[in-house]
């Protein structure tokens, strides 16, 4: 079957750097792709990675390595409005998205 | 560019009626769209994909008579939830893919939360 692990729950401080890791298994693979979604919104375009390696954004990055059936969101300087979920999904080779559970991120001043 | 809407934001609505959601994007034309569930603290379900002019494909598990999906231009997509229960109350956000181009990222509406009385 096809399946994606994140975390359920991560806690982090104003100002530091957090890492939320994703694990997938899907039957093919077209892509990752990293949503941050707010309570009682719709989520927002993150990033995409289709090929090894990291790719930053500003004060988000994300990590891929397709060997490894592995990703991260690499968040810096945080801030009080990053408290969101952060879903990775992944494009089968259906090219549909496979949708993990969701990190649920709390950030402490 | 790729804004998605929907409408209504949110609805309440009585045991055993109907409600319509539309979903449409308004600067670039989408011959997929993809309706979604998500109940609180869960992750997204996806519950149909559809086409521009042909009948959508619907998830296992979801029943295709209770949500009526039409797909009839290339910016307008509804979700009709028939004979609408409690159980139904929950957060229905669509999305829409653009016509050409990569990376085949889903430009999502704002959502729609039903509540059933």
């Known amino acids: 079957g096809q399946n994606i692990d994140q975390p359920t729950e991560m806690t982090a401080t104003e100002g530091a750097i957090v890492q939320i890791n994703c694990t997938y298994q899907t039957s093919g693979f077209n892509g990752l792709f990293w949503y941050q979604q707010h309570a009682g919104e719709a989520p927002t375009f993150l990033s995409y990675n289709v090929l090894d390696g990291l790719e930053e954004k500003g004060r988000f990055s994300s990590f891929l390595s397709r060997s490894k059936g592995y990703s991260y969101l690499l968040l810096k300087e945080l801030q009080m409005k990053d408290s969101a979920s952060y879903l990775c999904a992944v494009l089968d080779s259906n090219y549909q998205l496979i949708w993990g559970a969701g990190t649920k991120l709390i950030i402490k001043p | 560019g790729a804004v998605v809407s929907q409408h209504p934001s949110w609805v309440i609505c009585k045991s055993g009626t109907s409600v319509k959601i539309e979903c449409r994007s308004l600067d670039f034309q989408a011959t997929t769209m993809f309706w979604y569930r998500q109940f609180p603290k869960q992750s997204l379900m996806l519950m149909a994909t559809s086409n521009e002019g042909s009948k959508a494909t619907y998830e296992q598990g979801v029943e295709k008579d209770k949500f009526l999906i039409n797909h009839a231009s290339l910016t307008l997509s509804t979700l009709t939830v028939t004979s609408a229960h409690p159980e139904d109350s929950s957060f229905y956000i669509c999305?829409?893919?653009?016509?050409?181009?990569?990376?085949?990222?889903?430009?999502f509406g704002p959502g729609t939360r039903l509540t059933v009385t």
């Open positions: 999305s829409a893919n653009l016509l050409a181009g990569g990376p085949y990222e889903q430009y």
